[in-house]
């Protein structure tokens, strides 16, 4: 099979779909790797590394598009590349089709199989093709590290001759993948960190990274999946009459609450942001998807009038560019092991549970039964 990775076009979208050190292990197991020119290089790969892991370097992106059984990308692709695609090829990459079905209708128009990496079941079986959780991993690392380098205070205690420093108060909200690693990051920056989730079987996994559950006393919201259910208004109403205060107390806040299909809760309304003390800092991981605080303006970074620094930064995983396309990379190489046969033939079992929840379209049809009743 012909694996073609275009470069990424999105504006600021430094990764790579698949590392050298992918490339050469499926060119070992009968793939052929094409590579478009530049692909790599926001990720640090250049040509010659995928050159040498046995990958075809191309230089017409067209050419390549043209020669793609399968083609591997990280962003959903946009109308130009949408308009590349080669009838009956396959194409493996994030699409969110139940936010956007138009996108899958217009794959579907082209013949073009979608399998859409975002849809892959969050199960044990499913984890080493996992893309949600090694980009989120990443972007829990970056919201902290952004953080810190905004945060006029330190975040460790030190105890100097010049007099002792407090350590750095942090709250997360949401603790999930993101979540639990900006927990991680910001224990070993030396800050003290709060968390809260409204998935109650958190709050161990929160306590054992040394961070304290803030506890809510509200029904808990856990839903299918290991995803979390919107909650309704009463409790929603509890919920922020206790964060305000640990938000009023904290020097920096990171928010990464998400759940499935709908926009992002809003958790820090703008009044709890104002009684926050001048210098402090908010990260919105949750920005694209609309922003867990009412302030938080996606793709951008700005000072309130209160002296608050909110961070809506896009697309955080790109920042860690190398070790994002890495852990992608490596996510890809499984999926496409359980979607090949010995001889690295393609083969969509759809009686497969990870299949079933990827697979969009197919033979011209959107088939995924949600995607599809949307996209009527
Ligand atoms: P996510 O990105 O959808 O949401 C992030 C977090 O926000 C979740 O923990 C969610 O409970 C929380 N949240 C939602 N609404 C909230 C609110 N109003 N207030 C506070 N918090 C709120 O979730 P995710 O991080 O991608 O994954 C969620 C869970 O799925 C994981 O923690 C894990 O248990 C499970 N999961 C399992 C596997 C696996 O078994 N292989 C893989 C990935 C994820």
Redesign the pocket.
């Known amino acids: 099979m012909i694996i073609a990775i275009p470069r990424e076009t999105v504006p600021g979208e430094r990764r790579i779909a698949l590392v050298a050190e992918s490339v050469k292990r499926l060119v070992g197991k009968k793939h052929e790797v094409v590579v478009e020119s530049g692909a790599g290089l926001g990720a640090e790969c250049s040509d010659d590394e995928l050159r040498a892991a046995g990958a075809r370097v191309e230089s017409s992106v067209d050419a390549l598009y043209a020669a793609a059984d399968l083609l591997l990308k990280i962003q959903p692709p946009d109308e130009t590349e949408l308009g590349r695609l080669k009838a009956d090829s396959v194409l493996v990459s994030l699409a969110y089709p139940l936010a956007n079905p138009a996108l899958a209708r217009e794959v579907a128009k082209r013949r073009v199989t979608l399998l859409a990496v975002d849809m892959i079941p969050?199960?044990?079986?499913?984890?080493m093709m996992?893309v949600?959780?090694s980009q989120?991993t990443i972007a829990g690392y970056r919201a902290v590290l952004l953080a810190a380098e905004a945060l006029p205070r330190l975040f460790p205690m030190l105890m100097t001759a010049a007099g002792t420093i407090p350590p750095a108060k942090v709250l997360v909200?949401?603790?999930?993948?993101?979540?639990?690693q900006a927990i991680a990051t910001a224990r070993r920056l030396g800050a003290v960190v709060e968390a809260?989730?409204?998935?109650k079987?958190?709050k161990e996994?929160v306590e054992s990274l040394g961070a304290r559950f803030v506890n809510i006393d509200i029904a808990d919201?856990?839903g299918s999946?290991?995803?979390?259910?919107?909650?309704g208004e009463e409790a929603?109403r509890k919920?922020a009459e206790v964060l305000a205060t640990h938000v009023a107390k904290s020097d920096v806040v990171i928010t990464?609450?998400?759940?499935?299909g709908r926009r992002?809760?809003v958790?820090l309304p703008a009044e709890m942001v104002r009684r926050m003390k001048s210098g402090s800092v908010v990260v919105d991981i949750?920005a694209e998807q609309g922003g867990?605080c009412e302030l938080t303006r996606a793709g951008e970074r700005y000072r309130t009038e209160t002296g608050v620094t909110v961070i809506g930064e896009r697309n955080l995983p790109s920042q860690i560019s190398v070790h994002a396309s890495a852990m992608y990379s490596r996510n890809m190489e499984k999926l496409l092991a359980h979607v090949t046969d010995k001889d690295g033939v393609l083969e969509l079992d759809v009686a497969d549970e990870i299949v079933k929840g990827m697979l969009i379209t197919r033979g011209g049809d959107v088939v995924h039964p949600a995607v599809a009743d949307m996209a009527m």
């Open positions: 969050r199960t044990t079986l499913a984890q996992d949600l959780s989120a909200l949401g603790a999930g993948v993101a979540g639990l809260y989730d409204v998935r079987v958190v996994q919201a856990a999946g290991g995803y979390a259910k919107e909650l929603k919920q990464t609450a998400l759940v499935p992002a809760p958790l949750a867990n």
